[in-house]
């Protein structure tokens, strides 16, 4: 009877076994990511500088055919200004891993110099290929191993499969990646790895994995204030808590001596790449990103009002401030749930105040809160919306509208899958719908004028200000929501006690 | 008083089932939409001009010449009543972008416009199949009907052919479930009536119509000679009502017989350029394999120079050594192919079992059918869908063809771009049907039913499952072929024998369609 009901309560409402389902859903997100690669990519024929994808490509290109310690170094043949690698030596590990895949196939499409802006059906398919490939390497493995860990081991298997879905098809992410182009996949699924490493008490792995996440895209170090904070306060707890930071602390060390190694010979090559990763030139926000700098501006012309140094130092305290109160709650009790909520917070902390924002960062707080679906599915599901809108403008750019709307079509019908969602308790604070409702219509309102309107001559960018504005009021929400949510979780003591009496 | 509460709440209990039903067909329809419209930029058959082409024409010119026009090489072919869809979606297409319209300057348009618009109609009209389905799934408990919606909604073989390929199958199949739904109400009227507009809309479905008579005439036309009469000419008088609309106005212009010619083009040849999975298949390997070995024997063989590469086969015999193949003879197959159905539906015709008559009537013409498309097996594997939800032993079968008709497809597609994609819907939909069936046997056998279902012989004596050893086998044999066609062929022969791997998906599948008809021949003779 019992297995019955679960074998009911799957994430499709047919009837299946939980093996055959979570293969299903699987194969599903392949699908669905492939489908979203037929679009096109960011740039596509806009010489000279095209997009994302060629500088993708373009890494790929250079990586294959120069030495290591000329990736971050301005020579003839990798001019820094035609984008110059800016991500860390894994980024460019694996540029040359995929290089070698275009290469055996197609050559031309990663010839040294003469490839340059290269476009063709076969190199947009191989390219394609290369991130679908990485989704099937590093995401979903770690998405599954996460699941497991979160759910299935402690007794919540029928929800499990509705929660890996919701994680497969998160539309940012699957947009981004195969629509616009990217390789988010690998460090956020590196961080998920990680995060179910920790959650599976398996510190010295989850260190390993987030530092590969960490030398993918340095953006993973808005996840690092939760990762610090949780382990060091679990390391309190133990025994010997010095011995065990140090074990973590040589982890960590050790992996970034592997990645870094082409570079450890002298300071000079390793200031240099640092110097790559870390752009201040280009102000504190650029484009009209939903985060704090850039909505106040509206008010506060905080460019002219300060030189870049200083407002380097405000937006620094800003994040460590905002940061602070989940990684106080992470040290003194460490706990699963508070884990997943420090790692939002957190994010949602960097994506607020940090410098030199871009509306793409928004996946990162978008991740732990589709970890944290199961707990907070309303959080999650309005998170996902703002965060989609606030890149519309974007993919609009792209030509990315179609997706866009079938994506997030899609991700709200899993969501509302019929007996797929295990029941959830009403919140208080979701009482007012209002709140809810009102800022959806005037999304609505704006999706329509953005795509049929043209703006005033005297604010050519006044649509996106509207959604900048409006999407930072509910970010605002949405953070203050989950920091209480997070602290809350101290208050209730039991909480913690009942995870123990579980585990 | 007990009675009459009783009653009221078993209306109360199927409103409420109706509206889960509802719920759950928008949920199914919605996320197989979410995936069409992903599809859109994908890639598009001639069909797609073809059907801009029509666009043009029924909207730009007057009625009397729909038939006649040659300013495109893609003229109507389809019965009236589709060429009158086509100028309603011709209004909202002139408001779209007049170009689409446009019969010389529309000619190959490719613009985002003509592409949206075209592959939104085709998602529209696919509320018709939704409906269709949806009717038919009102008497099956919550579990079956789920999997029925999961089978025809998400038919991974109709998003091949028209979503991406471009056609309107959908719609089309979705008007044939529409008349069996009410012949299984035994509202026969309607039935008749909604297959009269099936007709006109595309003629390839006539291949049911001799069934659909035989059973009309039984099932409907029965009570008394007179009352009989009677019925026979309200049926007469139906469905001859709307042959008037679609055909009466090109009979007063005086247009039927260019109708006709568009509508019969025998000059096409047997098979089709890349050959159906039928058993024209096998004779046509047979002929080649004779041939050879006549010629080694000494013989002269003089080949044809037509080839059946070329779709277009003139007046030349296109075998060296067995007969010619005409139309007629093809005609006359089918009917004996049929004749066990009509036998079936004459003797005994129960609502019940029409929808598998008429899939077995479709099974007949695929096989044996003059110029057979690929895509027509969808006419009878959507129905048997249909049928395998209602009894275990048809899930069976019904897994093993459908994953044998979508792969048939596959050659439709033949750009790199949507490849995984056409792999990853077969596999997934192999998966829901293998899963899910497997999960409803494992469940009624846990039933009090098991006895009962075991007498019957519902579950195959080993009792574990789906498939046996030679269907398992059969299905790697796919396996095998897909990697032969395409990896190992371009590795081991390079270019040469271009046209082998294609041939080698045609028997093989020619093999598993053929073990489908006979396998519902079988049932037919069974339960004569």
Redesign the interface.
């Known amino acids: 009877m019992k297995e019955e009901k679960s074998r009911a309560i799957g994430c499709l409402p047919v009837e299946m076994d939980w093996r055959w389902s979570l293969s299903s859903i699987v194969l599903f997100a392949f699908l669905v990511r492939s489908l979203v690669s037929l679009h096109p990519y960011s740039g596509a024929s806009h010489p000279p500088m095209y997009g994302d994808y060629e500088a993708q490509r373009h890494w790929m290109e250079i990586t294959l055919h120069t030495p290591s310690i000329h990736w971050y170094h301005n020579t003839s043949t990798n001019p820094l200004s035609y984008w110059g690698l800016d991500y860390p030596p894994l980024t460019a590990y694996q540029s040359w891993a995929h290089g070698l895949v275009l290469n055996y196939f197609h050559p031309p499409s990663v010839a040294l110099v003469s490839s340059r802006g290269h476009e063709s059906p076969l190199g947009k398919l191989l390219m394609r290929c290369t991130v679908l490939l990485s989704d099937a390497l590093v995401f979903f493995p770690a998405a599954i191993y996460f699941i497991l860990v979160y759910c299935v081991h402690r007794g919540k298997k029928d929800a499990s499969l509705w929660l890996l879905a919701l994680i497969l098809l998160n539309p940012a992410l699957i947009v981004i990646d195969h629509g616009h182009f990217q390789y988010n996949c690998i460090s956020l699924g590196f961080t998920v790895g990680a995060v179910a490493a920790v959650l599976a008490k398996h510190d010295l792995l989850a260190s390993v994995l987030f530092s590969f996440a960490l030398n993918h895209k340095q953006m993973s170090a808005y996840f690092a204030p939760a990762f610090f904070a949780h382990l060091l306060g679990k390391c309190l707890k133990r025994k010997y808590p010095l011995l065990e930071v140090l074990k973590l602390g040589i982890a960590v060390v050790v992996t970034f001596a592997v990645m870094w190694w082409p570079y450890l010979y002298s300071v000079d090559a390793v200031m240099e790449v640092l110097s790559r990763l870390a752009p201040f030139e280009r102000g504190i926000y650029e484009d009209y990103v939903a985060n704090f700098w850039c909505s106040t501006s509206i008010f506060i012309k905080w460019k002219r009002l300060f030189p870049t140094q200083t407002l380097k130092l405000f937006s620094f305290g800003a994040t460590l401030l905002g940061a602070f109160p989940s990684m106080v709650q992470q040290i003194r009790a460490p706990s699963d749930r508070g884990f997943l909520f420090a790692l939002l917070n957190s994010s949602f902390s960097f994506y607020l105040f940090s410098f030199q924002v871009h509306e793409k960062s928004v996946l990162l707080p978008l991740l732990p809160a589709s970890l944290l679906a199961l707990d907070e599915p309303v959080i999650f599901k309005w998170l996902i919306y703002y965060a989609m809108f606030s890149m519309f403008p974007l993919l609009c750019r792209d030509q990315l509208v179609v997706p866009y709307v079938a994506l997030l079509a899609l991700f709200l019908l899993i969501y509302h899958t019929p007996h797929g969602r295990p029941h959830t308790k009403g919140m208080g604070f979701m009482a007012w719908k209002w709140l809810i409702v009102l800022p959806v219509l005037v999304s609505i309102v704006l999706h329509i004028t953005y795509l049929s309107f043209k703006p005033p001559e005297k604010y050519p960018f006044l649509f996106e200000a509207l959604m900048m504005i409006l999407c930072f009021s509910q970010f605002v929400i949405i953070a203050g929501y989950a920091n209480v949510k997070q602290w809350m979780l101290l208050g209730s003591s039991a909480g913690t006690d009942k995870e123990k009496k579980i585990l | 008083m007990t009675k009459k509460k009783k009653s009221k709440e078993d209306t109360a209990v199927t409103a409420t089932s109706r509206v ?1 039903a509802i ?2 067909l928008a ?2 329809a ?2 197989a ?3 069409k ?6 890639y598009r058959s001639t069909d797609f001009e073809v059907h801009r082409n029509w666009l043009a024409l029924t909207s730009s010119l007057p009625l009397s010449r729909w038939y006649q026009d040659e300013t495109s090489p893609w003229t109507l072919d389809y019965p009236p009543l589709f060429a009158y869809f086509e100028r309603f979606l011709a209004v909202f297409a002139r408001l779209i972008d007049p170009v689409i319209t446009d019969l010389h300057l529309g000619l190959d348009y490719s613009s985002n416009s003509v592409v ?1 618009f075209q592959r939104l109609t085709v998602m529209v009209s696919d509320v018709v199949l939704f409906y269709g389905v949806y009717r038919l799934s009102k008497n099956l408990e919550a ?1 079956r009907r ?2 029925l919606f ?1 089978l025809v909604v998400w038919s991974p073989a109709l998003i091949i052919v028209d979503h991406i390929h471009f056609q309107y199958n959908g719609f089309l199949i979705g008007v044939l479930l529409v008349s069996l739904s009410f012949l299984e109400e035994g509202r026969d009227l309607l039935g008749g009536y909604a297959f009269a507009v099936l007709l006109c809309l595309k003629h390839l479905f006539a291949v049911a119509a001799p069934l659909y008579f035989v059973y009309l005439l039984k099932h409907y036309c029965r009570g008394g000679f007179w009352r009989g009469i009677w019925r026979f000419l309200v049926m007469g008088a139906a469905v001859g009502s709307v042959f008037a609309v679609s055909f009466g106005p090109f009979l007063y212009y005086g247009e039927m017989e260019h109708v006709l010619q568009r509508m019969f083009p025998f000059g096409r040849g047997l098979c089709h350029a890349y050959w159906a999975p039928n058993f024209w298949v096998f004779y046509i390997m047979f002929d080649k394999a004779l041939a050879y070995m006549l010629g080694k024997l000494g013989f002269h063989i003089q080949t044809p120079a037509a080839s059946f590469t070329s779709g277009l086969v003139g007046d030349s015999s296109p075998f060296s050594i067995l007969p010619q193949v005409t139309p007629a003879i093809t005609f006359v197959l089918v009917l004996l192919a049929i004749l066990p159905g009509l036998v079936k539906a004459w003797r005994d015709p129960q609502p019940r079992q029409i929808v598998r008559l008429v899939a077995y009537a479709y099974t007949c013409g695929f096989l044996f059918g003059w110029h057979v498309h690929e895509k027509a097996s969808l006419h009878f594997v959507t129905l048997l869908a249909i049928v395998a939800t209602r009894s275990l032993e048809d899930a069976k079968h019904y897994f093993l063809i459908s994953i044998v008709s979508c792969y048939s497809m596959f050659p439709l597609l033949f750009e ?2 949507e490849y ?2 056409k792999v ?2 077969l ?2 939909h192999s ?2 049907v ?3 069936f ?3 046997i494992s ?1 009624s056998k846990s039933d009090k039913e098991r006895e009962k279902v075991k007498s019957r012989g519902l579950v195959d004596n080993t009792g574990k499952g789906l498939l046996g050893c030679v269907e398992i086998i059969y299905l790697l044999g796919i396996l095998c072929i897909e990697i032969w066609g395409q990896f190992l062929h371009q590795y081991i022969f390079g270019d040469k024998l271009p046209f082998l791997p294609l041939m080698l998906i045609s028997v093989y599948c020619a093999l598993g369609m053929l073990y489908s008809w006979i396998w519902q021949l079988h049932w037919l003779m069974k339960n004569l």
């Open positions: 889960s719920k759950e949920w199914f919605g996320v939409t979410c995936i419209l992903l599809l859109i930029p994908s949206v579990s789920r999997i999961a790199d771009k995984p994609i990853l819907l596999v997934n998966l829901l293998w899963s899910s497997s999960s409803l469940k």
